[in-house]
């Protein structure tokens, strides 16, 4: 396999030529031109024009990037498609289509579906469009907090959203309309954070957590929650025991840190044990793919999605473009 140190001109095209039959030449990243992620499909097409200069079939496999309009996802294949030449999907993304398809399709039952993660506001879309395919719906991480405010209680220096108090009671009303099973944590695991003075590589205050313990109700002023707790925890294990097709997407705390890691291992091996016993798991890229991979499962499951932003936003139902510009998918 040879490497090119751009993705288009000469000296591209005169490696391309010079491979010999079944030779593999890999490009630069197409990242390192702006016209590739320009909104503006007239300033896209002129770049897309010059990749598919090298192409007489283009074959997409990059599903974590099919939700985004990019020359290389969907102008590319225009530009292919305009002089007749196929454009596919590749074995990748033939599997997350097929996969993530299937749980809307055709789900085997009891369908259990676990999602966690921060913020309520990323994941409205796709809770509400589970709760019409979903036998069971079980709420984890940070955005469990904004239904704990919702109903009154406190969340300390939990993150959550105050703006979407009426979103998340309006979920948990569709659920009980539909007589779909609405699982919300009954314990924490919650800290003190103290700031250590040093930031992340992102310029964000780095924190230490200290007093760490369980409750089961209010979370005092100075204290954030972290993970479900125990008790959440075998809760959420039993609905998982018995599923058919379960459908998880987002960690249920902060497990990158080993104090704040048992629900998330909890869930993961509940998950790992009902696919083990049949049923067919998919796991929604990721955080989710790391939290698994943490605790040694990722072989247990049935498939890990690639996709982040386009796993969600196909379980929103959105029409992905890096999809939608293939002829043969």
């Known amino acids: 396999m040879n490497f090119a140190d751009d993705c288009f001109g000469d000296k591209v095209e005169q490696m391309a030529k010079a491979l010999p039959d079944g030779g ?5 990243n197409v990242r390192f031109h702006p016209e590739e992620e320009a909104k503006d499909e007239a300033v896209r097409m002129p770049f897309a024009e010059r990749l598919a200069r090298l192409a007489d079939v283009y074959v997409n496999d990059a599903f974590g990037a099919a939700h985004r ?14 002089r007749s030449g196929p454009c596919a999907a590749g074995l990748l993304m033939e599997r997350e289509l097929k996969f993530l398809g299937e749980v809307f399709e055709s789900p085997a039952r009891p369908f259990v579906v676990l999602l966690g993660g921060a913020k309520v506001s990323d994941k409205i879309k ?10 069971a719906l079980l709420i984890g991480g940070a955005m469990a907090c904004t239904f704990m405010l919702a109903h009154g209680q406190k969340t300390g220096k939990s993150l959550v959203e105050p703006d979407h ?24 695991v919650v800290a003190t954070p ?60 902060m497990f990158e840190d080993k104090r704040f890691a048992a629900g998330t291992e909890a869930i993961a091996q509940a998950v790992a044990a009902a696919t083990q016993a049949g049923a067919r798991s998919i796991i929604g890229g990721g955080d989710s793919v790391k939290a698994l ?7 247990k499951v049935t498939f890990m999605s690639t996709g982040g932003g386009a796993t969600l936003e196909f379980l929103e139902g959105k029409e992905l473009p890096g999809v939608a510009a293939l002829t043969d998918k």
């Open 165 to 188: 108090k009426q979103t998340a009671l309006d979920a948990e009303a569709k659920a009980r309309q539909r007589n779909v099973q609405f699982l919300l944590p009954t314990d924490f």
């Open 24 to 28: 593999i030449l890999m490009l630069e």
């Open 69 to 82: 309009a990019h020359a290389s996802t969907v102008t590319v294949a225009k530009v292919i498609k305009a």
């Open 293 to 299: 991979n943490q605790a040694g499962l990722g072989s």
């Open 126 to 135: 796709v809770i509400n469009r589970l709760i019409d395919k979903a036998d």
């Open 194 to 253: 103290v700031e250590t003075g040093k930031l992340d590589s992102k310029g964000r205050p780095i924190f230490d957590y200290v007093n760490l313990r369980t409750l089961s109700d209010d979370i005092p002023d100075d204290t954030q929650s972290l993970d479900i707790g125990p008790a959440t925890a075998r809760r959420y294990a039993e609905a998982i025991h018995g599923a058919k097709t379960i459908l998880w997407n987002g960690p249920m705390g």
